[in-house]
């Protein structure tokens, strides 16, 4: 998901210094459909670069604790202190 978003919004970057140069040099034919496109392509660009960050973060989290016990012993071998054996109050 991060190549896509990088390749997006690379892309939308290539497409806005071109679409500059050629308003500069009045190369342009003064369509103004350009700026939507780019702005979306920068945005889903912005977006999936994100989610596949964010995505990478959740899947090595989960992949540390995929090996890991359900539950944590606090001390090993430790007996219960508020039960008795022989039956007597303590």
Known sequence: ???????????????AIFTLIAKAGRQHSGQRVDHPFIF????FGIVMLTL??????????F??????????????GEEKRNTCT?????
Request: net charge neutral; proline share 4%.
């Open 86 to 90: 022989s039956g007597e109050k303590r």
């Open 52 to 61: 596949g960050i964010l995505g990478e973060y959740l899947w090595r989290t």
């Open 1 to 15: 998901m991060e190549i896509v978003g990088a390749f997006s919004f690379l892309g939308a970057a290539i497409w």
């Open 63 to 76: 992949d540390a604790s995929r090996g890991r016990p359900p539950y944590i012993i606090e001390r090993e």
């Open 40 to 43: 979306n392509l920068f945005s």
